[in-house]
């Protein structure tokens, strides 16, 4: 495909908490005068646009569309280092010394705190039924007994009490392995890379990413993924795996496919692009047909779509 025919670069509202942080950091910290990526580029270089995982639930499985290798933390390392820049990451054993060291950051500029669990911020809606979700936002200041905030979840200049703010940056729900009260500051470029170069920097991890693939472990990935939950659709379906998948799984693998198709036509990727541009319209349909409540045109969809990834890892990884 080509000109308005290819994939629209989506711009709006989408969970993409850590990359829209780093965006609103490297904006104003100090590390070059060059403009910055923008946060569908900077996803990409995170590599979490590079894979799907099955997870097992009680209320039946959940498809992440992210690789099973990588998380948020290890995605922001990624991007950074692609970007040919370097930061400081601060894990803090307690508050009390996060706090210390909090002072001193903002001093330099904004920090990035996370992860944070979604369901200790109270003006999230639904937050209680948010436990393990993890979020990440830009602390801009120490007022009092407050802390501001600029939350990428859609709340600008939010103000919490402290207290609340490190139960939430405290993480104890969330599921992948972290630190609590990390957060990352002072960050320096000292060489400014062209947009071909970062891509080149990036290129060797989204081809490992791709072709990890750790079969006949519990887990299912890849197109073997997308075919159990297609099975999974096939029969009763929960409310809860319902909404999962109709809120947030598809239109997050929608919205990272589709800048994942600009990132790497950008580049002359072009038969990868296209087949990520077809996975994302395809997810879209996934999300009608929840609308509806036909699970076996979801099943349909992810049948096709199985197919799209098996043929994306083999072009990316070949």
């Not at 025919?5 to 850590?18: I, Q, R, T």
């Not at 950091?25 to 569908?40: F, H, I, Y």
């Not at 104890?172 to 609590?180: Q, T, V």
């Not at 997050?252 to 319209?281: I, Q, T, Y």
Request: aromatic share 10%.
């Amino acid at each position: 495909m080509t000109g308005w025919e290819a994939v629209v670069p989506y711009e709006g509202n989408s969970p993409y908490c850590y990359s829209s942080a780093l965006r609103m950091c490297l904006e104003t910290w100090r590390a070059s005068e060059s403009p910055w990526p923008s946060v569908g580029f900077l996803e990409s270089l995170s590599t979490m646009p590079f894979g799907v995982f099955l997870h097992p639930s009680p209320e039946g499985p959940k498809l992440f569309f992210s690789p099973l290798s990588v998380d948020p933390d290890l995605g922001l390392e990624r991007t950074v280092d692609s970007l040919a820049a370097r930061w400081r990451t601060e894990h803090p054993p307690g508050p009390v010394q996060a706090r210390g060291l909090l002072r001193r950051a903002l001093e330099e500029g904004p920090v990035l705190a996370g992860p944070l669990d979604k369901s200790s911020l109270p003006y999230h809606p639904g937050h209680e039924h948010l436990r393990g979700v993890d979020h990440y936002v830009v602390i801009t200041g120490l007022e009092g007994d407050r802390i501001r905030i600029q939350d990428p979840g859609g709340y600008p200049e939010m103000v919490l009490p402290q207290g609340t703010f490190f139960e939430a940056w405290r993480g104890e729900g969330i599921p992948f392995p972290h630190h609590p009260y990390t957060f990352r500051w002072e960050l320096r470029r000292t060489l400014v890379p062209s947009p071909e170069e970062i891509f080149q920097r990036a290129l060797p991890r989204i081809v490992e990413t791709v072709r990890m693939d750790p079969g006949g472990q519990a887990v299912p990935v890849g197109p073997r993924a997308i075919r159990e939950a297609a099975e999974a659709f096939r029969g009763p379906v929960s409310a809860e795996m319902s909404r999962f998948h109709a809120r947030f799984s598809f239109p997050l693998g929608a919205r990272r496919s589709a800048d994942a198709a600009v990132f790497l036509r950008r580049f002359g990727l072009c038969p990868a692009a296209d087949l990520l541009g077809e996975k994302a319209r395809l997810l879209g349909e996934a999300v009608y047909a929840l609308s509806l409540s036909d699970g076996p045109a979801v099943a349909r969809t992810l049948d096709l779509l199985s197919g799209v990834e098996e043929r994306i890892r083999t072009t990316l990884s070949g």
